[in-house]
C-alpha cells in the first residue's frame, strides 16, 4: 500500500501540468548530423589546389518558443563548417539552416517538459573560395532545400524562482533535407562534392531558460 501510494505521487508529480504558463523559452543548441559529405568537400578542394578546411558534422545554433496552453510556437537556426587559407586565398565550407517550430506539452511540470515536435524551413550548404586581399568577389557552390524535422523535445529545469528557471534538454528525431542540384561558378564538379543524404538521425543538446515577464 505505501508503495502505492509513493507510485501515485510520483505520477501526480510527473504529470502536473501548467498549461497557462506565460512567458518565453530561449535556448543555445549544439549537434550534428551526417547530411554533408564534408570529407569529399575537403577532397575536392586540395584536388583542385585550393586550402581545404578540416570540417565536421557540428553545428551551433539557437532558437526559442512561446507557450499558448499545450501548444507551442517558436523558432530556431543552426550553422556549422570551416575555413583555411594559404599565402593568397580563404576557402570555406560550411551549412546553415533555420525553421519554425511546433509542439505539443505531454507533459508540463515544474521541472519537466516532454512534447512531440516538428520543425520546418530550409537548410543550404555551401562551398566558396575568395582572395585574402579582396580583389575579387570570389567563386562558390551552393543547394538548398527544405528542411524538414519530426521528432520529440525533453527538458529539465531547476525552478529556482518563479521567473527563472535553468534548463537542459535534448530534441532527438528525423530529418529530411531533399535539396536542388549545386549551383555556382567554383571550378569544381558537383559530383566532386560527395553524396549528400536526404534523411538522417536528429540530434540537438539545448541549454536555456525559461523566463516570465
Sequence with gaps: MIALNIVKS?????????????????????????????DAMERALKKHGYPAPESNALTVGGGGYGQIGRLIIG?????????????????????????????????????????PLISVGGRAP?????????????????????????????EVRLPISRSFKPMIGAQVGWMWNPAGSWQGNLSLEPEEMGERKESAPFVRLLIGTNLRT
Design 10 to 38: 510520483l505520477l501526480k508529480l510527473l504529470l502536473t501540468t501548467r498549461t497557462s504558463r506565460p512567458g518565453v523559452t530561449g535556448f543555445i543548441s549544439v549537434g550534428g548530423d551526417s547530411v554533408e559529405d564534408y
Design 75 to 115: 523558432g530556431q537556426g543552426e550553422g556549422g563548417g570551416g575555413t583555411s587559407e594559404d599565402a593568397h586565398l580563404i576557402s570555406r565550407v560550411g551549412t546553415g539552416s533555420g525553421s519554425s517550430l511546433l509542439g505539443w506539452l505531454v507533459i508540463d511540470s515544474d521541472w519537466l517538459r516532454v512534447y
Design 126 to 154: 555551401a562551398v566558396s573560395v575568395r582572395p585574402k586581399n579582396n580583389s575579387s568577389q570570389g567563386v562558390g557552390l551552393g543547394t538548398g532545400g527544405a528542411n524538414v524535422v519530426a521528432g520529440v523535445g525533453i
